[in-house]
């Protein structure tokens, strides 16, 4: 019985640091070429630091199979991607001006950054 309280109390813990604790970590980019992962629910860095004035490619690598993780929308840029799987999906990006720049599959639930600077 204790054991069950015990575990009720650390599922409400993981649940309580993933909805209201957990920032994703910043990724600096030391290249102009970004690979980020697509998988469970997250892109990986989804906080991306990159250098405003300059192109930028970024390198999806779609691990989930799920029609929610196909299509990556850049809604500031008016750009799109369908992601296939097992293969790079490669997305230039025009030279950013200093500023933020979402990114998110067709129903937002990945979510992701672009912090030009
Ligand atoms: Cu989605």
Not at 6 to 29: D, E, M
Not at 30 to 37: G, H, P, V, W
Not at 78 to 99: C, T, V, Y
Not at 111 to 117: D, F, S, T
């Amino acid at each position: 019985m204790l054991f069950i309280n015990l575990l009720g109390a650390l599922l409400i813990a993981a649940i309580v640091w993933w909805f209201w604790l957990y920032t994703p970590k910043r990724a600096q980019s030391t290249s102009n070429q970004i690979k980020i992962l697509v998988n469970n629910g997250v892109y990986q860095p989804s906080n991306i630091t990159v250098s405003a004035g300059t192109k930028i490619t970024l390198d999806f690598d779609r691990q989930d199979p799920a029609p929610c993780a196909e299509t990556v929308i850049f809604p500031q840029l008016d750009l799109s991607l369908a992601l296939k799987m097992g293969q790079s999906n490669r997305i230039e990006l025009p030279a950013l001006s200093e500023g933020q720049y979402d990114f998110h599959c067709q129903m937002q639930m990945y979510k992701g950054k672009l912090i030009a600077e």
